[in-house]
């Protein structure tokens, strides 16, 4: 994470969770194929095909 809150996210990609949404974050966390975050207003963050459900 930045300091202003964006995430920056390296790795395989292959289901496009090294691809963040262009959104600032709380807090983010990473499994096996996807990536979720909590956002400033508190909502949660999920980006990736595989993320169940996908959310933004």
């Given at each position: 994470?930045?300091?202003?809150?964006s995430?920056t996210?390296?790795?395989?990609?292959s289901?496009?969770?090294a691809?963040p949404p262009?959104?600032?974050?709380?807090?983010?966390?990473?499994?096996?194929?996807f990536?979720?975050?909590?956002?400033?207003?508190?909502?949660?963050?999920?980006w990736?095909p595989t993320?169940?459900p996908?959310?933004?």
């Open positions: 994470m930045q300091r202003s809150g995430v996210c390296w790795g395989d990609n289901n496009g969770e691809t262009p959104l600032q974050f709380r807090s983010v966390s990473a499994g096996n194929g990536s979720c975050g909590i956002k400033l207003d508190g909502r949660l963050a999920c990736s993320a169940l996908p959310t933004t």
